[in-house]
């Protein structure tokens, strides 16, 4: 990471947590978490040669998206928190990443539960519409998708970019007790 590049990211990084200590109390805020940024960083810079869309399921106040524009990907983010969205998209205009964030669930709408009792998703909201259509793009579309998955939500995120994500794709996850965890889905062409 270059220094001026290093640079923004921790001036990045350091409002986000200030938004965080500002809002931390309002309702948007209440399942909102945030990853080890530097970390997830690593990870992106992994792909930056072999992928080229990259989205973020939940994302929150758009850092990670943000950092994956800044790092020259064409990056997107569904969050279904508007307020997340306007924090997300301020953040994007003062740090330079062409970015671009969508109101609405990552779930795409052509995934259907596939639990017995309807209970696939433990804590992620089920109940709104797809941020998709306002991003005129499928999951499909991306080569690189990044979360941050509630602890028993794992194996649901790889079933769903198993049967509605292109391939090939790769997913990579944050778990504070795990790290990342990178899981690809169909072969690259040589």
């Known amino acids: 990471m270059t220094d001026t590049l290093r640079d923004r990211f921790e001036a990045l ?9 500002k809002h931390q109390n309002e309702p948007a805020f209440e399942g909102y978490v945030s990853a080890d940024y530097a970390a997830v960083y690593r990870s992106l810079q992994k792909y930056q040669n072999q992928c080229v869309t990259f989205l973020e399921w939940g994302s929150g106040l758009g850092v990670v998206t943000i950092m994956a524009a800044l790092m020259g990907y064409e990056a997107y983010g569904i969050e279904i928190e508007p307020e997340l969205v306007a924090h997300a998209n301020e953040l994007s205009a003062r740090y330079g990443g062409d970015a671009t964030f969508a109101c609405g669930s990552f779930i795409p709408s052509e995934y259907e539960e596939e639990s017995s009792d309807g209970a696939e998703f433990q804590r ?3 109940d709104s519409p797809a941020g998709y259509e306002e991003l005129d793009m499928e999951l499909r579309d991306f080569d690189l998708v990044y979360a941050y998955p509630w602890p028993e ?7 769903m970019m198993r049967r509605c994500g292109g391939s090939p794709a790769v997913l990579v996850c ?7 965890m990178t899981t690809r889905f169909g072969k690259r062409k040589e």
């Open 153 to 159: 939500e794992h194996l649901v995120f790889r079933r």
């Open 124 to 126: 992620t909201i089920c």
């Open 13 to 21: 990084w350091s409002d986000a947590e200030a938004i965080w200590d």
């Open 174 to 180: 944050y778990d504070q007790r795990e790290g990342i």
